[in-house]
C-alpha cells in the first residue's frame, strides 16, 4: 500500500536480526528506504558510532540484494523521546529546530508520488481484511486507479492458473478513511488513497476489487508458505467440560474459520471426527491462536506440531529457517551443542559490534529442530541469549534428530493426587504436577529420568494401620514441580501425546489413554 518506507535502527545497537526479515521485505517491494539512525541523544553514541552503524546498514542492504538507486539512501540522525529529527549528526539542536521537520521534508524529497490514472476503471487490491457485526467483511486497500464511489457495482476478482476469476459482485455499502488514529467516512475516493471498503462478502486479503467493466485481477502478494501444522480437536479426557464453555467440535470449527478469514497466514482444513489441521507458520503463531481460544472459553485437545514436507522430484524437502542469534561468550559451546542435535548448521560466526564478550552465530536450521527450543535456549543462556528465526527455503531432509527428550511419567489411576504417592515418586524423575491436583488415567505426571514412559500410581493414600494415623503428612517435604506454559508444552509434547487445553489449566496426556492399549500397540510397533 506504500510508496516509500523508513527503517528505524538504534544508534547505540546496531541492526538487528529483525531488522534484517522488514528490510529485505521492503526491498523486494522495490521501495526506497529512509534511514532514521534513533537514540542519538544517549551519552554512549558518538559521531564515530553513528558511521559504524551506517556502515553496519549499508552492507545489510548489500547483502539483501539492494538495487544502486536502494543503496544511495538518506541517513538522518533522531531523538524519538526529545521529538526532533535532523540531517546532521548533533546531540542537541537549536531550539526552533527541535521538530521532525528535517524528516517530513526527506519523505517529500525522497518517497516517488503515485503514478495514478483518475480516468481510467477503478482497481484496487485488498491488502488488509477485518469483520464488523454491523457492516461484514471490511476490506483495505490502496485506490489503483480510477475513482470509486458509495452506491457503485464491484466486482471481486481472484487470480487463477488460468486467467481471472469472478468471484462476487456487490454495492459499495459504506467507504472510510483513515485521519490520524481515527476512521471518517467518505462518500468517494480516487486513485492513491487508502480506504477501507464494505459491501462485499467474498474477497479477501491478495484479491482485487474493480469497477464491472475490468476483467482482470491485479498481480497477488507473494506470502510466506505456511511451515507447521497441529491438529485441533475436541476435549475428551475424563476432566472434560469442567472449565470452558465452548465444547463441541461445531464451536471449535466455527471459531478456526473465523480466525482463517481474517489471518491469511493460517489455513484452516476441517479433518475426521470434528478435528480440525491448523497450518501457520510456526509454533508461537499457533500458539497465540490456542491462548486465545482458551481465554474466551474454548476446552480443546490439540496435537503435536508437525512440519509440512514437500516432495519434488522424488526427494523429500523440509522448511529450513534462518536463525540468528546473540549470546554470551561462556554460552557459545552449550548452544551449539543442543543446535547440533537438532541438526542446524553454522554460516557465520563472529563477535557482535560494539559489544564485547558476546557473540554472534547464523544458522541454517530445519523446522523441527526448532520445536520447542526457544524454552531451552532461554534456560541454558540464563535469559541473557537473543534469538530470531525466519522462513528461507526448502532443503532436502536432513535426516532424523538427535536425542532431544527423555520418556515421560504416566498416571494409571484416577483421583487426587497425594503427597504420600509424590514422595516416592520424585526419584524417578522431575514432576510436572503439586498434591491437590485432579489426575486421570493416562494423564503425564512428569519427566522420567530414562528415555522410556513409566507408569505409576500418584493418588495412593497413606493407609491407616494401628501404629500411625492416615493424615500425618507434615514431614513431606517435596521439591517444586515444573509448571508447563502453553509454549513450552506445545514444544514438549511428543507424537503420541496432546495437549489438553481448558481455561485454567494446560494438562499433558496421552493419545491413547488406556495403558493396556498402549502397551500391545508399542509391541506391535516393535514386530
Not at 125 to 146: N, P, Q
Not at 251 to 273: C, K, W, Y
Not at 299 to 315: D, I, N
Not at 357 to 370: A, E, F, K
Amino acid at each position: 500500500m506504500v510508496e516509500g518506507a523508513i527503517l528505524v535502527v538504534d544508534a547505540g545497537e546496531g541492526p538487528l536480526a529483525q531488522t534484517k526479515f522488514v528490510l529485505a521485505k521492503a526491498l523486494k517491494y522495490g521501495l526506497r528506504p529512509i534511514l532514521l539512525l534513533n537514540k542519538v541523544d544517549r551519552p554512549s553514541v558518538t559521531e564515530e558510532r553513528c558511521d559504524e552503524v551506517e556502515s553496519l546498514v549499508f552492507d545489510l542492504f548489500a547483502n539483501c540484494g539492494a538495487t544502486e538507486e536502494q543503496l544511495d539512501f538518506p541517513v538522518l540522525y533522531a531523538s524519538a523521546k526529545e521529538g526532533w529529527a535532523s540531517s546532521t549528526y548533533t546531540k542537541d539542536p537549536p531550539v526552533d529546530a527541535k521538530n521532525m521537520a528535517d524528516l517530513l521534508d526527506a519523505v517529500v524529497r525522497h518517497v516517488q508520488p503515485p503514478k495514478a490514472n483518475l480516468d481510467e476503471p477503478f482497481l484496487m487490491l485488498v491488502s488488509m481484511m477485518e469483520k464488523d457485526f454491523y457492516l461484514g467483511r471490511i476490506l483495505t486497500g490502496r485506490v489503483t486507479s480510477g475513482v470509486v464511489r458509495v452506491g457503485d457495482r464491484v466486482n471481486g476478482l481472484r487470480k487463477t492458473d488460468s486467467g481471472s476469476e469472478k468471484i462476487e459482485e456487490a454495492k459499495v455499502v459504506k467507504l472510510m478513511k483513515k485521519k490520524g488514529t481515527t476512521i471518517v467516512s467518505i462518500d468517494a475516493a480516487g486513485a492513491g488513497d487508502i480506504i477501507c471498503m464494505a459491501g462485499l462478502t467474498a474477497p479477501s486479503i491478495g484479491h482485487t476489487v474493480a469497477s464491472a467493466e475490468v476483467t482482470t485481477a491485479l498481480p497477488t502478494v507473494e506470502l510466506d508458505p505456511p511451515t507447521i501444522s497441529m491438529t485441533f480437536g475436541v476435549n475428551d479426557s475424563p476432566l472434560a467440560g469442567q472449565d470452558g464453555t465452548h465444547l463441541t467440535g461445531g464451536r471449535i470449527g466455527d471459531r478456526l474459520m473465523a480466525e482463517a478469514e481474517t489471518n491469511l497466514a493460517i489455513n484452516v482444513i476441517p479433518g475426521l471426527s470434528e478435528s480440525y489441521e491448523v497450518q501457520g507458520r510456526g509454533e508461537l503463531q499457533l500458539g497465540i491462536l490456542i491462548e486465545n481460544m482458551r481465554r474466551e472459553g474454548f476446552e480443546l485437545s490439540v496435537s503435536p506440531p508437525k512440519v509440512m514436507y514437500k516432495t519434488e522430484k522424488g526427494q523429500k524437502l523440509e522448511p529450513i529457517e534462518e536463525v540468528t542469534i546473540e549470546i554470551n561468550d561462556e554460552h557459545v559451546g552449550l548452544v551449539m551443542e543442543a543446535l547440533s542435535h537438532r541438526r542446524a548448521e553454522v554460516i557465520d560466526m563472529g563477535p557482535v559490534p560494539g559489544n564485547e564478550g558476546r557473540t554472534r552465530l547464523s544458522l541454517t536450521c530445519p523446522s523441527r529442530g526448532l520445536v520447542g527450543y526457544r524454552c531451552v535456549f532461554s534456560s541454558d543462556t540464563r535469559g541473557t541469549g537473543f534469538m530470531h528465526r525466519a522462513f528461507l527455503t526448502y532443503e532436502k531432509y536432513r535426516g532424523p534428530l538427535g536425542n532431544v527428550r527423555k520418556g515421560v511419567l504416566v498416571s494409571m489411576a484416577r483421583g487426587t493426587i497425594t503427597a504420600h504417592s509424590l514422595m516416592s515418586l520424585e526419584a524417578r524423575g522431575i514432576l510436572f504436577v503439586s498434591p491437590g491436583l485432579d489426575s486421570y488415567d493416562g494423564m503425564i505426571i512428569g519427566e522420567h529420568s530414562r528415555e522410556t514412559d513409566l507408569d505409576l500410581n500418584p493418588v495412593k493414600a497413606k493407609e491407616l494401620t494401628n501404629i500411625r494415623s492416615a493424615g500425618k503428612d507434615e514431614n513431606v517435604k517435596l521439591s517444586p514441580p515444573r509448571l508447563m506454559t502453553l509454549e513450552e508444552a506445545i514444544g514438549y509434547v511428543a507424537s503420541d501425546e496432546l495437549i489438553e487445553v481448558t481455561p485454567k489449566t494446560i494438562r499433558l496426556r496421552k493419545r491413547c489413554l488406556d495403558v493396556n492399549k498402549r502397551k500391545s500397540q508399542s509391541k506391535r510397533a516393535k514386530d
